[in-house]
């Protein structure tokens, strides 16, 4: 992965609402925001067309949403 995080990427690919960028930057406190970071996070291996297999071990362990 580039030195830029998904996180940044993810927010100069896209037009997000505030909410949106409130949520990648501050991190999910609830289930369903879990579940819309890593929405926003499953859109993001889209973009950058990276295949869920070529991903290493290590990047799978950490959590797309903790800082």
Known sequence: MSEETWKI??????N??????KLI?????????????NSMWCEWLVLKKINISDISENDISNNPWES
Do not use: F, M, R, V
């Not at 990427?9 to 896209?14: D, E, L, P």
């Not at 930057?25 to 970071?37: M, R, T, V």
């Open 25 to 37: 930057d501050d991190g999910a406190k609830s289930q369903s925001q879990a579940w819309l970071l």
């Open 16 to 21: 997000l609402k505030p909410y949106q960028i």
């Open 9 to 14: 990427q993810y927010k100069k690919w896209k």
